[in-house]
């Protein structure tokens, strides 16, 4: 069974405090993504990769920065946590680039005060 | 980038009525995908579409992918309490953003019993 595991569940940061969010995905799927997912707004991309070290800018990648150094995880990472970032954080991969099908993990909610 | 109109944005309905959403672009995409969120859960997908008129069902649920490759609709049948949630399009223009989706705002939909 597919499997994207995201670590937290749910994160209470303070303004200007460093977060990371990791990703991690069974698949041995080459892409990895991550979205922001806000009511009314929809999945908005941040980031994505194409492969390990390889990352591009998505939609809205202001205020965040990647890493991918092995294959399987793919984290997210705010130098500055602000409280514009409260949201909730979807990680995704695929195998194949042009089918589409994205596999999602749990989501992460984050809050920052 | 491109933007998705995906309406309505949430739907009330009686269990047993059939549901209608859509979802409509300002550019032409080669893909179309539709995606439910289960509350407390990531997105999965539901029904793929990759041709302009293609109509595909998978159980209950109807896609079509429009003929002028800019609009899309799902149809579900005979709602039971279990298809709660968010409905998401998603298009794809393989040609420009190779994995990258293009999500629409969200349909929330809430069957009563």
């Known amino acids: 069974d597919v499997k994207v595991t995201q670590s937290s569940r749910y994160l209470v940061k303070r303004t200007g405090e460093k977060v990371f969010l990791e990703c991690v995905q069974d698949?041995?799927?080459?892409?990895m993504f991550w979205y922001r997912q806000d009511p009314g707004l929809g999945l908005r991309l941040i980031y994505f990769?194409?492969?390990?070290?390889?990352?591009e800018k998505g939609d809205i990648p202001e205020g965040y920065s990647v890493s991918r150094e092995k294959k399987e995880r793919f984290s997210l990472i705010l130098e500055s946590a602000s409280t514009n970032q409260t949201s909730m954080y979807l990680c995704?991969?695929?195998?194949?680039?042009?089918?589409?099908?994205?596999?999602f993990g749990e989501g992460s909610r984050l809050t920052v005060l | 980038g491109q933007q998705l109109n995906q309406s309505p944005q949430s739907m009330f309905i009686q269990e047993g009525e059939d549901v209608s959403m859509n979802c409509t672009s300002s550019s032409i995409f080669n893909t179309w995908l539709w995606y439910k969120q289960d509350p407390g859960e990531g997105p999965v997908l539901l029904i793929a579409?990759?041709?302009?008129?293609e109509l595909t069902s998978n159980g209950r649920l109807t896609a079509q992918f429009g003929i002028t490759r800019k609009d899309s609709f799902l149809n579900i049948s005979a709602s039971i309490p279990s298809d709660v949630g968010i409905y998401f399009c998603?298009?794809?223009?393989?040609?420009?953003?190779?994995?990258?989706?293009?999500f629409g705002e969200g349909t929330q939909l809430t069957v009563n019993p």
């Open positions: 698949m041995d799927h080459e892409n």
């Open positions: 995704a991969s695929s195998f194949v680039p042009v089918s589409g099908e994205l596999f």
């Open positions: 579409l990759y041709k302009a008129g």
């Open positions: 998603a298009g794809q223009l393989r040609e420009t953003s190779g994995s990258r989706l293009t």
């Open positions: 990769s194409y492969d390990v070290k390889m990352k």
